[in-house]
């Protein structure tokens, strides 16, 4: 019998969002099949995910591999389909903003089959990032939306989304962490690496605004020796920003006593970082509400975010490319009076459950 319910992922930020909703299901014994689109291929950015999640093996795997976004958006639609004729689910859950989200979303539609999108209503307002692209055409093809903070179910009406179509059951990314936040700490992670509690700092930089020309990437090394004057820092380097590194002859300029680079590194050991870090530097969307929810201080190096609420009331502030500012409040953090952050709404380790018995309702 074929399974009603796909759930696909693709790149390292979907895992730790269908890993609870993986859970739930088995839990409540609802068959699902998981497909793997394989937008990110490299071990350390997919499989040790799998490991660290506890996450089984997908049923499909369809190895789209990098290139362009209209490349790699086109290979897996073309994939995508092909698994889709075979199988004919009632209902896929995409998740977040990345390229498998808006193809996997784009081919069950014109399949007249049902998707839900979980992360619905996240807005950035700034059409020069792709991702608020996909997460905005996502929204207007789902059947179900899944929103995480109140910005997006005002963003969504604002859009004239039928209000029957979207649910606020706050943010899947906070069940993950609870779920694992013994294991991250017992890790202790940070220890091996010769750090101190609350006496480093966390550095995650991959964003095309920061890291894909030289004169950013520049502005960005610059932030990092003047942070790694005050505080020693660890800086786990994307493989984007690592190959521009090199590309741009740059590499060399990170080799400070207080820099310790690492690969890319799993949920669990990355997870203990950031509980046991000052603060935290970042381009990341989903460190910011990780972040939030554990009241850690966190910068964050663009010019918006489509997660206002954890600056409203999180720890989040936005830096841009303001050097200024960073070095106030850098300075406010290692002097400790940032500000502490407040409780959100429905971040309580409970959205796959509401999520899932949603489904149950409305589909199964």
Request: charged share 25%; aromatic share 8%; glycine share 6%.
């Given at each position: 019998?074929?399974?009603?319910?796909?759930?696909?992922?693709?790149?390292?930020?979907?895992?730790?969002?269908?890993?609870?909703?993986?859970?739930?299901?088995?839990?409540?014994?609802?068959?699902?099949?998981?497909?793997?689109?394989?937008?990110?291929?490299?071990?350390?950015?997919?499989?040790?995910?799998?490991?660290?999640?506890?996450?089984?093996?997908?049923?499909?795997?369809?190895?789209?591999?990098?290139?362009?976004?209209?490349?790699?958006?086109?290979?897996?639609?073309?994939?995508?389909?092909?698994?889709?004729?075979?199988?004919?689910?009632?209902?896929i859950i995409v998740v977040g903003d990345v390229n498998s989200t808006i193809?996997?979303?784009?081919?069950?539609?014109?399949?007249?089959?049902?998707?839900?999108?979980?992360?619905?209503?996240?807005?950035?307002?700034?059409?020069?990032?792709?991702?608020?692209?996909?997460?905005?055409?996502?929204?207007?093809?789902?059947?179900?939306?899944?929103?995480?903070?109140?910005?997006?179910?005002?963003?969504?009406?604002?859009?004239?989304?039928?209000?029957?179509?979207?649910?606020?059951?706050?943010?899947?990314?906070?069940?993950?962490?609870?779920?694992?936040?013994?294991?991250?700490?017992?890790?202790?992670?940070?220890?091996?690496?010769?750090?101190?509690?609350?006496?480093?700092?966390?550095?995650?930089?991959?964003?095309?605004?920061?890291?894909?020309?030289?004169?950013?990437?520049?502005?960005?090394?610059?932030?990092?020796?003047?942070?790694?004057?005050?505080?020693?820092?660890?800086?786990?380097?994307?493989?984007?920003?690592?190959?521009?590194?090199?590309?741009?002859?740059?590499?060399?300029?990170?080799?400070?006593?207080?820099?310790?680079?690492?690969?890319?590194?799993?949920?669990?050991?990355?997870?203990?970082?950031?509980?046991?870090?000052?603060?935290?530097?970042?381009?990341?969307?989903?460190?910011?509400?990780?972040?939030?929810?554990?009241?850690?201080?966190?910068?964050?190096?663009?010019?918006?975010?489509?997660?206002?609420?954890?600056?409203?009331?999180?720890?989040?502030?936005?830096?841009?490319?303001?050097?200024?500012?960073?070095?106030?409040?850098?300075?406010?953090?290692?002097?400790?009076?940032?500000?502490?952050?407040?409780?959100?709404?429905?971040?309580?380790?409970?959205?796959?459950?509401?999520?899932?018995?949603?489904?149950?309702?409305?589909?199964?």
């Amino acid at each position: 019998m074929n399974s009603n319910i796909f759930i696909i992922g693709g790149a390292r930020p979907n895992f730790m969002k269908i890993a609870p909703l993986i859970r739930e299901l088995e839990r409540q014994k609802i068959k699902f099949k998981l497909i793997h689109t394989g937008q990110h291929y490299d071990y350390n950015m997919s499989k040790i995910f799998f490991d660290n999640l506890g996450i089984s093996k997908p049923d499909y795997f369809l190895n789209v591999g990098s290139g362009s976004h209209a490349f790699q958006t086109a290979k897996i639609m073309i994939e995508f389909e092909k698994v889709i004729l075979k199988e004919k689910p009632k209902l896929i859950i995409v998740v977040g903003d990345v390229n498998s989200t808006i193809a996997c979303a784009l081919v069950a539609k014109k399949l007249l089959i049902e998707v839900a999108h979980v992360e619905a209503g996240l807005r950035s307002f700034d059409k020069k990032m792709p991702e608020e692209i996909n997460r905005k055409l996502t929204d207007h093809l789902a059947d179900y939306l899944f929103v995480t903070e109140e910005s997006g179910l005002f963003n969504l009406k604002n859009e004239g989304i039928d209000s029957s179509k979207i649910f606020f059951v706050g943010n899947i990314m906070i069940d993950n962490l609870l779920t694992n936040s013994k294991l991250a700490r017992e890790n202790n992670y940070y220890k091996g690496l010769g750090l101190i509690r609350d006496s480093y700092g966390l550095i995650t930089i991959h964003r095309a605004s920061n890291v894909d020309t030289k004169k950013d990437l520049e502005r960005v090394i610059k932030t990092l020796n003047y942070i790694q004057s005050k505080i020693k820092i660890i800086f786990p380097i994307h493989p984007r920003t690592q190959k521009n590194l090199k590309n741009f002859n740059l590499d060399e300029q990170l080799k400070k006593p207080n820099i310790i680079l690492t690969e890319p590194l799993g949920y669990l050991e990355f997870l203990n970082l950031m509980m046991n870090a000052k603060f935290i530097l970042t381009d990341s969307g989903g460190i910011q509400e990780e972040a939030s929810y554990l009241k850690i201080p966190i910068l964050t190096l663009r010019q918006n975010t489509e997660r206002p609420i954890t600056i409203e009331k999180g720890t989040n502030t936005l830096i841009g490319n303001d050097f200024n500012k960073l070095k106030m409040y850098v300075d406010k953090i290692l002097s400790d009076s940032y500000k502490k952050g407040q409780e959100i709404e429905k971040w309580d380790g409970k959205t796959s459950q509401r999520i899932v018995e949603i489904i149950k309702n409305k589909v199964l």
